[in-house]
C-alpha cells in the first residue's frame, strides 16, 4: 500500500475488543469523519488524515514501516510483534483494553512454580512472550500455537496448560482453569512511526498526540470544589485524590473558612467525599471534566 501524499494515517482495529474506544479517542480528540462505503480507510473531514482500519496483528508493522503515522494497539500485540527490525515507538499507554497474559493450569495439574511445566506442552497466541517467560525461569516446554479458544486445549489434551489473555476471569473460570503466573500486563497504547511523516505534517501530528494526552489525562479526573474551615485545610487537601496545589479562595464574611477547588487525576469515590465530611469540608461538588491541556 502507498503512503497518500499530505495526509497522516492513523491505524486502528477494525472489529474487536479495541475498534470502539479506539474511534472514541480519536473523535474526542477533535476529529469527524463519516463512514462511507470504503470500510477499509475512513476519511477525516476536518483535517488531511485517514484512519486505517485493520486487523490488530497488522498495526505494529505499519507503523514500525510508515505506512501509517500513529496506531492504537496493546502492548501484548506490539510485543509479541518484534522483531528485532523497526519498531514503532510507544507514545502513550491509553488507560483502556487492559488485560493480563497468564499462565494457567487444571486443577488436575500439581502447580509448584513454573519447574512444574517442565517438558509439558502450553497452548498460547503469544509464543514469543512465553518463550521468553519459560527462559527466563529456566524452563523447557513446547508451546502449541493457536490463534483462538486457547482456553479449550488442555480439555482436548492438545496441551497440559496454557497462556492467555485474562481480564475478569470469566473465561478461566468457565473451562476450569486456575491462573498460576502474570507473564505480561497490558493495556492498550499509542504507537508513532520511527520515520517520522512529511515535514508539513509534523505539526498536525504533534497536535494530534497533544489532544489524544489531554484526553487521556482528563478520563477519570474531576474537578472537587468545597467549602473548608481553615483549620481543616491541610487534611482536606491531603485527603483529595491525585489534587496537585489546590486554589483556596476566601469566603465573603467568614474569615474562619475558604473555598477549595481541585482537580483530582484519581477517580473520586463515595468513600472520600466521606472522608471530607467528616474533615469539616461542606457543599462539596465533584464535577466531570471535558476536556484538559
Ligand atoms: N478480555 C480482554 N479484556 C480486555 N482487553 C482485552 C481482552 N482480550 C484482549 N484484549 C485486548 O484487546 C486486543 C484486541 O482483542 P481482540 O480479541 O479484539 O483481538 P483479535 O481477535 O486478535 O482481533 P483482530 O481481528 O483485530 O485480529 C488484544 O490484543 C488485547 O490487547
Ligand atoms: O478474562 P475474560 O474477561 O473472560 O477475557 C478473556 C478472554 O478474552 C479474550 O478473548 P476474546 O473474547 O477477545 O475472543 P478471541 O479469543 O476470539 O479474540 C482472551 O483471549 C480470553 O479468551
Ligand atoms: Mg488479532
Not at 10 to 16: D, E, L, N, P, Y
Not at 137 to 150: E, F, I, L, P, Y
Not at 206 to 214: D, L, N, P, T
Request: glycine share 8%; with cysteine; proline share 5%.
Amino acid at each position: 500500500m502507498s503512503t497518500v501524499q499530505g495526509r497522516l494515517r492513523i491505524a486502528v482495529q477494525k472489529s474487536g475488543r479495541l475498534a470502539d474506544r479506539s474511534l472514541e479517542l480519536i473523535r474526542d480528540a477533535g476529529l469527524k469523519w463519516v463512514k462511507g462505503h470504503n470500510d477499509l480507510l475512513y476519511r477525516v473531514e476536518n483535517y488531511p488524515i485517514d484512519l486505517l482500519r485493520v486487523r490488530d496483528d497488522d498495526i505494529p508493522t505499519f507503523v514500525a514501516d510508515g505506512v501509517c503515522d500513529l496506531g492504537i494497539v496493546g502492548e501484548n500485540v506490539l510485543e509479541e510483534d518484534k522483531n528485532g527490525g523497526a519498531t514503532a515507538e510507544v507514545v502513550m499507554p491509553l488507560g483502556f483494553g487492559r488485560c493480563t497474559l497468564k499462565l494457567a493450569v487444571p486443577p488436575t495439574l500439581a502447580y509448584e512454580g513454573p519447574h512444574s511445566l517442565q517438558g509439558l506442552r502450553i497452548a498460547t497466541s503469544y509464543p514469543k512472550i512465553l518463550r521468553r517467560f519459560l527462559n527466563d525461569n529456566g524452563v523447557q516446554s513446547d508451546t502449541v500455537v493457536m490463534r483462538g479458544a486457547v482456553e479449550v486445549a488442555p480439555r482436548l489434551k492438545l496441551a497440559s496448560a496454557i497462556c492467555d489473555l485474562v481480564s475478569t476471569g470469566a473465561t478461566l473460570e468457565a473451562n476450569g482453569l486456575i491462573a498460576k503466573e502474570t507473564v505480561f500486563e497490558s493495556q492498550a497504547v499509542l504507537i508513532k512511526s520511527p520515520t517520522g511523516p512529511e515535514p508539513e505534517l509534523a505539526h498536525l501530528l504533534e497536535s494530534i498526540i497533544e489532544r489524544m494526552a489531554g484526553v487521556v489525562s482528563s478520563q477519570g479526573a474531576k474537578y472537587v470544589m468545597l467549602n473548608a474551615p481553615r483549620s481543616a485545610l491541610d487534611e482536606i487537601t491531603a485527603i483529595l485524590p491525585g489534587a496537585g496545589a489546590p486554589t483556596v479562595m476566601p469566603l465573603m464574611g467568614r474569615d474562619d473558612a475558604v473555598a477549595v477547588h481541585a482537580v483530582c487525576q484519581e477517580a473520586v469515590f463515595w468513600e472520600t467525599l466521606e472522608k471530607l465530611k467528616a474533615a469539616g469540608a461542606s457543599a462539596i461538588l465533584v464535577l466531570p471534566i471535558e476536556k484538559m491541556m
